[in-house]
C-alpha cells in the first residue's frame, strides 16, 4: 500500500500570498488530520476530516483553512500569510477508531 | 497547549546500549502512540498501546503503560546508530472529535 503523500515537499512564499497544500491519504483512510510543527511550539493539530466533513479544529486563526474531497483526499489553505505560519506542515491518515495515524513527510513552507 | 511531556529532552547513548524515554499526561486516553521522526521527515508510528493495555512489544522496542499514574514509557534495547531520531509520545482521547496531542518529544543520539 502506499503512503500517505504530501505535496509539495517544499514551498517558498512571501507574507500576505496564500498557499494551498495537498495531502493524499493511504487507500481506504477516510479519517485525514493535519499538524503544524515549529520548534517552539512542537507539533499542533490542526484539523482532521472525514468523509468530506470537518470533524474538530485546532487552535489556529480563521486564515486556516481545509477541506475533504470524496475521494478522501485533502487540502489545507492558509491565507494572507505571516512570518510565524513558516513551518512543517504534516498530514496523517487513519482507518479507523482505535488506528495508529500515518504520517506523510510533510510540506516545509518558509515565508519571507 | 501539549498535554503530554516526555523526559529527557535530550538523551546521548553509545551502541548496544538501552534507551529508556518516559512519557506523562494529565487527562484520560483511548490510546497512546509513540513516534518517531528523523531530522526534517514525517512522522513514523511505532507502537500504539490502548488504556487497557499494560505493555507491548515491537522488535526491540517495548512500551508500557501505567494508567493510574498517567505515564508510559518506551524502552529501545540494544540501540543502533540508525535509532538517533526524535521520539514523541501522543495522547488520543478518543470520541468523535479525534486529534492526537504530542509531547515535545526526546532527542536521542546513538553513537557509534
Known amino acids: 500500500k502506499a503512503g500517505v503523500t504530501q505535496t509539495p515537499r517544499y514551498l517558498i512564499k512571501t507574507r500576505g500570498q496564500q498557499v494551498t497544500l495537498s495531502c493524499s491519504p493511504i487507500?481506504?483512510?477516510?479519517?485525514v488530520s493535519w499538524y503544524q510543527q515549529t520548534p517552539g511550539q512542537g507539533l499542533q493539530f490542526l484539523f482532521e476530516y472525514f468523509s468530506e466533513t470537518q470533524r474538530n479544529k485546532g487552535n489556529f486563526p480563521g486564515r486556516f483553512s481545509g477541506r475533504q474531497f470524496s475521494n478522501s483526499r485533502s487540502e489545507m489553505n492558509v491565507s494572507t500569510l505571516e512570518l510565524g505560519d513558516s513551518a512543517l506542515y504534516l498530514c496523517a491518515s487513519r482507518g479507523g477508531n482505535n488506528q495508529p495515524q500515518h504520517f506523510g513527510d510533510g510540506t516545509r513552507l518558509s515565508i519571507l | 497547549s501539549q498535554q503530554g511531556e516526555e523526559d529527557p529532552q535530550a538523551l546521548s547513548i553509545q551502541e548496544g546500549e538501552n534507551a529508556t524515554m518516559n512519557c506523562s499526561y494529565k487527562t484520560s486516553i483511548n490510546n497512546l502512540q509513540w513516534y518517531r521522526q528523523n531530522s526534517g521527515r514525517g512522522l513514523v508510528h511505532l507502537i500504539l498501546i490502548r488504556s487497557n493495555e499494560r505493555e507491548k512489544h515491537s522488535g526491540r522496542l517495548r512500551v508500557t503503560l501505567d494508567t493510574s499514574k498517567k505515564s508510559s514509557s518506551l524502552l529501545i534495547t540494544a540501540s543502533r546508530a540508525a535509532d538517533t531520531a526524535s521520539y514523541f509520545c501522543a495522547r488520543d482521547s478518543g470520541g468523535s472529535n479525534y486529534k492526537l496531542t504530542f509531547g515535545k518529544g526526546t532527542l536521542l543520539t546513538v553513537n557509534p
Open positions: 487507500s481506504g483512510h477516510r479519517s
